[in-house]
């Protein structure tokens, strides 16, 4: 039986998405954190086995990627959009091989 543990630190400055400077076309800094342990060797009916659990985003960092202000310097349309990066995430994973 073996076992691996992985972790990835992933930093972004903070950024403008728009030479525009106003509070909905920027992203401030964030760190994002994944971690994986992966257990594998195990004989199962002839084959091998591994089994992985994974956490994305382990802190639940809330972070914008993309934003845009439409309303600007008195744009016609009054309205702002964002997209925000993924929640924190999990799972376990089974390998099988034979």
């Known amino acids: 039986m073996d ?12 950024y403008t998405f728009n030479p525009v400077r106003d509070i909905y076309a920027n992203a401030d800094a964030y760190l994002l954190t994944d971690a994986r ?3 594998g060797g195990f004989r199962v009916a002839g084959g ?3 089994i ?3 956490v994305r985003n382990a802190f639940d960092e809330e972070y914008r990627e993309w934003g ?8 016609a349309i009054p309205m702002a959009a964002a997209t925000f990066g993924n929640p924190r995430s999990w799972g ?6 034979y």
């Open 52 to 54: 992985s659990c994974w």
């Open 3 to 14: 076992m691996t543990a992985h972790g990835n630190l992933s930093y972004s400055d903070a």
């Open 37 to 39: 342990l992966d257990i």
């Open 92 to 97: 376990v994973d089974f390998v099988y091989s």
């Open 48 to 50: 091998e086995a591994k």
């Open 68 to 75: 845009v202000d439409f309303g600007v310097d008195g744009g």
